[in-house]
């Protein structure tokens, strides 16, 4: 008794028989041997090949190679996918970073005037800091939220480059909306703070 394999599907375990090589049906199928040693693979190679002449002259060993060769070939594809759907992934996380940090410096420049008014009747710095985290913020909430939404309905288009992974996996959206709120706050700082160190004197000396 053995537990299913993924002989021929990566993604799904399916039920695999071992039997004797003497009641095959298919005695003229090529054989595959999996051999583990603890020295390197290709020191093994012409020694399996001696033992296979002497134990059947006419049995000659096709191809050798170490199992992590065969694991990689058929892991490439979904590697590539992987990487290329992490590429635009990363560069999509990138815009919206940067479009959130330009919206956010228009804002400041465009309130400037309102911000030396509220410091010079007495706000603090922090306060109108917190007040431009919080605007950006909600727009990085806003855009997360939306973003999940429209995930949670597409994700079963991807469920065949998925592996071990639901389309709807809660700790994947949960990390990926994390970082994307990381990332927003990120961009929302930087214009953020420079308002804090505005002079509510040039600032009320600007236009309106």
Do not use: C, K, W
């Amino acid at each position: 008794m053995v537990p299913d394999t993924r002989y021929r599907d990566l993604r799904e375990l399916r039920a695999t028989a071992y039997f004797p090589l003497s009641q095959s049906t298919f005695t003229f199928a090529p054989t595959a041997l999996a051999i583990r040693t603890s020295t390197a693979p290709a020191t093994v190679i012409a020694g399996v090949r001696r033992a296979i002449s002497e134990a059947a002259p006419g049995v000659f060993l096709a191809n050798a190679a170490p199992f992590a060769s065969f694991e990689a070939s058929r892991l490439a594809q979904p590697r590539l996918n992987a990487f290329l759907l992490l590429v635009f992934g990363f560069s999509a996380a990138l815009l919206a970073g940067v479009g959130l940090f330009a919206t956010m410096a228009t804002l400041v420049h465009q309130r400037a005037h309102e911000f030396g008014v509220r410091m010079a009747l007495g706000a603090t710095a922090g306060d109108v800091q917190s007040l431009m985290m919080r605007r950006g913020l909600t727009l990085a909430a806003g855009g997360v939220g939306i973003g999940l939404a429209i995930a949670l309905l597409t994700n079963r288009l991807l469920s065949s480059l998925l592996f071990e992974v639901t389309p709807m996996d809660p700790a994947t959206l949960i990390g990926a909306g994390s970082l994307l709120l990381i990332i927003g706050l990120i961009a929302t700082f930087v214009p953020a703070h420079a308002t804090a160190q505005t002079d509510p004197a040039l600032a009320l000396r600007s236009d309106a």
